[in-house]
T-cell receptor, first 110, second 113 residues
Framework: DGGITQSPKYLFRKEGQNVTLSCEQN?????MYWYRQDPGQGLRLIYY???????QKGDIAEGYSVSREKKESFPLTVTSAQKNPTAFYLC?????????FGQGTRLTVV | QKEVEQNSGPLSVPEGAIASLNCTYS??????FFWYRQYSGKSPELIMF????GDKEDGRFTAQLNKASQYVSLLIRDSQPSDSATYLC?????????????FGQGTTLQVKP
């Protein structure tokens, strides 16, 4: 099936840990995005990438890092520098007709 | 000024009525506009996109774009309780090679039976 796969669905992080969220797409889209959503809020852009080996910071990039070594993959690392990482993380890939989302990863700090 | 603004609501309409959702954007050069529906706890799903001024209809949904006023709206006719969700407006800012997709905060729609 064509689509976007995010894993894991739920993730628990201890204080001071780095964690990596996976995002894979087989839609052959060039653009990929990471968003963060807090309860009752809209989507805030963390990082985005229009082509392989290139990415740009979004509005809330501090405490996060990404890589884009393959067209299909755009992993997001939540570093220990991100002081309030508990949120719903959404990955999307995009073509001119719109962006399509994975199922999301819920990250909780324990 | 936020790049994409929506009234957070909630917007409450009776079943069978027309729901009207509005969105304004700041970048006059924006070319592509999208509406997403998001049910609680789920990821957003694309329901409409529009590029040209005027109306675009798809079933019970109509998207309206006015670039001069930097305004995009979504009309839902014959609203059903299953339409109760948060509706997110998204705008593509910048060129196709370097641009980004920015979302509003979303409007919560409640359709009452």
């Amino acid at each position: 099936d064509g689509g976007i796969t995010q894993s894991p669905k739920y993730l628990f992080r201890k204080e001071g840990q780095n964690v990596t969220l996976s995002c894979e797409q087989n839609l052959n889209h060039d653009a990929m995005y990471w968003y963060r959503q807090d309860p009752g809020q809209g989507l805030r852009l963390i990082y985005y990438s229009q082509i392989v080996n290139d990415f740009q910071k979004g509005d809330i990039a501090e405490g996060y890092s990404v890589s884009r070594e393959k067209k299909e993959s755009f992993p997001l690392t939540v570093t220990s520098a991100q002081k309030n990482p508990t949120a719903f993380y959404l990955c999307a890939s995009s073509w001119r007709l719109g962006a399509f989302f994975g199922q999301g990863t819920r990250l909780t700090v324990v | 000024q936020k790049e994409v603004e929506q009234n957070s609501g909630p917007l409450s309409v009776p079943e069978g009525a027309i729901a009207s959702l509005n969105c304004t954007y700041s970048d006059r050069g924006s070319q592509s506009f999208f509406w997403y529906r998001q049910y609680s706890g789920k990821s957003p799903e694309l329901i409409m996109f529009i590029y040209s001024n005027g109306d675009k209809e798809d079933g019970r949904f109509t998207a309206q774009l006015n670039k001069a006023s930097q305004y995009v709206s979504l009309l839902i006719r014959d609203s059903q309780p299953s339409d109760s969700a948060t509706y997110l407006c998204a705008v593509f800012h910048g060129s196709s090679n370097t641009g980004k997709l920015i979302f509003g905060q979303g409007t919560t729609l409640q359709v009452k039976p």
